[in-house]
């Protein structure tokens, strides 16, 4: 089955640190999506990347947060200095091959960080 | 732009009584239409979804069907459970597009 797996599951930290969350998809794919969710915003979609290579960053909040897919296995997302308001559960989702073209996305079960 | 909106919840029902979700949509082009839940702790999963105008997806006693005179996915399930009790999220998708547009959710609980 396609799916994902994220790390860590929970992250709580104290402002200014650095947050790093992973991503490790367990099956092929060709796109990878970054999303946050939050009580007041929903679920937002933040960045994704086909075939390794970032198509859409429009969502990403502010120079904060950066993302990176170095290879087809690993996606990291990185918030540099980390703010209370970032506090939130952040996605990793994939398009399964078989399923690309549908719309059908695969979730992780997410990263819940909570920021001090 | 392409957009969702759900009702609002919270939604509290008792067991197996009648359920509906309201989605309706703005979209260019033809859109496909989904219903992803969101149980406890966990990540979305799929629940049903429709790809074409009149067309009915179905899942887990759960329909939708897709009215495009109506711009409407509307979820339905005859009698809930105690286990539907989730957050429901409408979503779209255009055609070429990869990006799902979500709706805001609905959180759904049902009661013994």
């Known amino acids: 089955d396609a799916g994902v797996i994220q790390s860590p599951r929970h992250e709580v930290t104290e402002m200014g640190q650095e947050v790093t969350l992973r991503c490790k998809p367990i099956s092929g794919h060709n796109s990878l999506f970054w999303y946050r969710q939050t009580m007041m915003r929903g679920l937002e979609l933040l960045i994704y990347?086909?075939?390794?290579?970032?198509?859409?960053d429009s969502g990403m909040p502010e120079d904060r947060f950066s993302a990176k897919m170095p290879n087809a296995s690993f996606s990291t997302l990185k918030i540099q200095p980390s703010e209370p308001r970032d506090s939130a559960v952040y996605f990793c989702?994939?398009?399964?091959?078989?399923?690309?073209?549908?719309?059908?996305?695969?979730f992780g079960e997410g990263s819940r960080l909570t920021v001090l | 732009g392409n957009s969702v909106t759900q009702m609002e919840g919270p939604v509290t029902l008792s067991e197996e009584a009648f359920l509906t979700i309201n989605c309706t949509y703005t979209a260019t082009g033809y859109p496909s239409l989904f219903w992803y839940v969101q149980y406890p702790g966990e990540g979305l999963q799929l629940l049903l979804k429709?790809?074409?105008?009149?067309d009915k997806g179905s899942n887990k006693g759960f329909e939708a069907t897709y009215r495009k005179e109506t711009t409407s996915f509307h979820l339905e399930k005859g009698s809930v459970q105690v286990s539907d009790s989730a957050v429901y999220f409408c979503a779209l998708s255009t055609q070429g597009a990869q990006k799902l547009v979500f709706g805001q959710g609905t959180r759904l609980t049902i009661n013994p």
């Open positions: 429709a790809t074409k105008a009149d």
């Open positions: 990347f086909n075939n390794n290579v970032p198509i859409d």
């Open positions: 989702a994939i398009h399964g091959l078989r399923t690309r073209g549908t719309g059908e996305l695969f």
